[in-house]
């Protein structure tokens, strides 16, 4: 059924996928079993290469790129693929919207050492994991008159605005989970994207599949996913009235928020998803999901309470004020410093480029006033929460937090920058804290 809405919203015929993915390390238990995450045993699988065949999309990258050691040679890899299979590409996709932007952030780097890759028929020597490199020469040869249309097209482009459809006219659509933490890519995915449509994916996780996405043609910020009761059992606790007991599927109402519990029906595990959902209605009874929130993250000092989604809204607000000066926020992550008598919010950003002071003095009060829960307002009236504080990271930061959870055994296909982060997490706080280039304290509520 699900397959059936994608192909009736955007039909598709024989050609391949250009699919950032990405295989993490495997590891043994000390019981012999085979440990890794759920999206590299997907990969791996047969069952998943039979499903690319069946509905006609082919990965463009060999196996030795998905499963290679170093994920930025893989990265390029993929990029070089599908370039080399432009014109079969139907489909440009990732797990999550952050890797799409990361995949054609990087493009915008290498592109013309893609294009000599092309040219010459020889890969680059930055590729030099031997099995990746072998995989990869394989598909290389000569092919000057696509390497020149290649950079013809990179040429005429203005800032990258709709490289993905220039690139590979002849795809649908672009794919990935694209809700919650992933929101914030969505508009620099879009300028990549140019008029081509961004779907969301379904709705899973580790521990099971929840929901599918039966509406694909809506915008992923309106997306919504009928629950799939026959995967397993999904209860929901009422946000409003966390201490009741959860619900069950025909128990929730519309409009309300709930975090969902998934229990499989082997009755091995029954687990707290941490996903805060709203009722957005029922499809043949079974409710619509639409995604709201982790409820991990909640930044609190006094009587406050933030959520994941403030955050965001906080920052997509005072992103306009970039907008206004052609500056954009790479990423973001947040903390809370209790260290002094009166703690403060602190948001780290990155940006694509220098900002002026002016600028960013303004953006962090926009930022404090855009907090409006009633709690952190009366608060910052009061004086019993600091001003808010706005640190500037050099470029690339955020890649070295990327580089930092992929050590510990991550995968890059699931990777998501972490909203908060505590000093507790030394490693971390130390990659931000060293890589302070500026700060700023709000003046809002001083005004």
């Not at 509905?55 to 070089?80: K, N, W």
């Not at 030099?128 to 000057?144: D, E, G, I």
């Not at 890519?185 to 929840?210: C, T």
């Amino acid at each position: 059924m699900i397959e059936r809405c994608v192909r009736r919203e955007y039909p598709i015929g024989s050609g391949k996928a250009l699919q950032f993915i990405y295989g993490s390390k495997q590891a043994k238990t000390k019981g012999g079993l085979t440990a890794t995450t759920a999206t590299t045993n997907v990969y791996r699988s047969e069952q998943f290469k039979h499903t690319m065949e069946d509905i006609r999309s082919q990965c463009c990258s060999p196996d030795e790129v998905i499963f290679g050691p170093d994920c930025r040679q893989s990265l390029y890899c993929h990029l070089l693929c599908g370039l080399i299979c432009s014109d079969e590409v139907q489909i440009v996709s990732s797990t999550f919207a952050h890797s799409l932007v990361h995949a054609f952030r990087t493009f915008e780097q290498v592109w013309e050492e893609l294009c000599r890759d092309i040219r010459e028929g020889v890969l680059s020597s930055r590729v030099t994991v031997p099995a990746m490199r072998a995989a990869v020469s394989k598909l290389l040869s000569p092919n000057p008159g696509l390497a020149d249309s290649i950079h013809s097209k990179c040429s005429r482009l203005s800032d990258w605005c709709g490289v993905i459809p220039e690139l590979w006219p002849n795809a649908k659509y672009v794919y990935g989970i694209m809700t919650g933490s992933m929101e914030p890519y969505l508009n620099k995915l879009r300028h990549y994207a140019g008029g081509l449509p961004l779907m969301s994916a379904d709705y899973g996780s580790s521990e099971g599949w929840i929901g599918a996405n039966v509406n694909p043609s809506l915008p992923p910020e309106q997306a919504t996913f009928a629950v799939l009761p026959n995967i397993g059992y999904y209860e929901f606790i009422p946000l409003e009235r966390p201490e009741a007991r959860p619900v069950g599927l025909t128990q929730v109402e519309v409009g309300k928020q709930y975090e969902v519990v998934v229990t499989n029906f082997s009755g091995l595990y029954r687990y707290r998803l941490g996903d805060i959902v709203r009722i957005a209605g029922f499809r043949n009874s079974t409710p619509e999901l639409q995604f709201v929130c982790r409820s991990g993250l909640t930044l609190s000092i006094n009587i406050d309470k933030n959520t994941e989604k403030d955050l965001q809204l906080a920052v997509e607000a005072a992103g306009r004020l970039l907008a206004e000066e052609r500056l954009e926020v790479v990423d973001f992550t947040s903390h809370v410093d209790a260290s002094t008598e009166i703690g403060h919010y602190v948001v780290f950003w990155e940006l694509c480029s220098e900002a002026a002071e002016g600028v960013l003095r303004g953006c962090c009060n926009r930022m404090d006033l855009s907090f409006v829960d009633a709690g952190y307002v009366g608060s910052r009236k009061a004086g019993a929460i600091g001003a808010l504080e706005l640190r500037v990271v050099r470029r690339g930061t955020f890649q070295q937090i990327s580089d930092h959870y992929i050590r510990l055994g991550g995968a890059m296909s699931q990777f998501k920058t972490p909203r908060y982060v505590a000093a507790s997490n030394a490693e971390v706080w130390q990659i931000l804290c060293g890589n302070v280039t500026a700060c700023y304290f709000s003046t809002a509520y001083s005004l």
